[in-house]
T-cell receptor, first 113, second 114 residues
Framework: DAKTTQPPSMDCAEGRAANLPCNHS???????VYWYRQIHSQGPQYIIH???NNETNEMASLIITEDRKSSTLILPHATLRDTAVYYCIVRTPLEAAGNKLTFGGGTRVLVKP | KAGVTQTPRYLIKTRGQQVTLSCSPISGHRSVSWYQQTPGQGLQFLFEYFSETQRNKGNFPGRFSGRQFSNSRSEMNVSTLELGDSALYLCASSWAGTLTDTQYFGPGTRLTVL
């Protein structure tokens, strides 16, 4: 399985952009990068996913480096409600056949007023 | 469209008992996966069901089992409960479980074993 490395925690000022890095240096060409977040004691919430192109939706932007060894999730204007644990996940074809997500430790993001 | 629902939301059991948790996927979704979340081990995959068949299984003892019904609703059962089974149990549904198929999670069932 392609492993991901994320900083354990980071703070962000309300209203500012939050940039969450993820390293996935062993990612294979057909593996996707997914981001989920989990607000305290709730189920994980899907944010965004991508293969090699940058992606944007109403929640966030995903920037994947050209070599695909790392990515950055960008929350453009962080609010207090964005305080959560953010998980970067690499989905592999074998796992996809069984639809298994492998969660790491994630990054605990604290948005401060 | 209604999201993934899980019942009950909270449950307290004693050691040795057994428990059944229920998950109703998003309408039209055929794949249901179960996860266990504990402070020590984080989020871990239990098993996945697709079209009433278990398609993938995580590294959990046989006390953990599940099933899926023809309407895609799923149940998981834990027999002979141990203190360490106290956890948040999450289910996630997706349409078919392909690589680009997004899983959507329910709110979870918080199980406490005394």
């Amino acid at each position: 399985d392609a492993k991901t490395t994320q900083p354990p925690s980071m703070d962000c000022a309300e209203g500012r952009a939050a940039n969450l890095p993820c390293n996935h240096s062993t990612i294979s060409g057909n593996e996707y990068v997914y981001w989920y977040r989990q607000i305290h004691s709730q189920g994980p919430q899907y944010i965004i996913h991508g293969l090699k192109n940058n992606e944007t939706n109403e929640m966030a932007s995903l920037i994947i480096t050209e070599d695909r060894k790392s990515s950055t999730l960008i929350l453009p204007h962080a609010t207090l409600r964005d305080t959560a644990v953010y998980y970067c996940i690499v989905r592999t074809p074998l796992e996809a056949a069984g639809n298994k997500l492998t969660f790491g430790g994630g990054t605990r993001v604290l948005v401060k007023p | 469209k209604a999201g993934v629902t899980q019942t009950p939301r909270y449950l307290i059991k004693t050691r040795g008992q057994q428990v059944t948790l229920s998950c109703s996927p998003i309408s039209g979704h055929r794949s249901v996966s179960w996860y266990q979340q504990t402070p020590g081990q984080g989020l871990q995959f239990l098993f996945e069901y697709f079209s009433e068949t278990q398609r993938n299984k995580g590294n959990f003892p046989g006390r953990f089992s599940g099933r899926q019904f023809s309407n895609s609703r799923s149940e998981m059962n834990v027999s002979t409960l141990e203190l360490g089974d106290s956890a948040l149990y999450l289910c996630a549904s997706s349409w078919a479980g392909t690589l680009t198929d997004t899983q959507y999670f329910g709110p979870g069932t918080r199980l406490t074993v005394l």
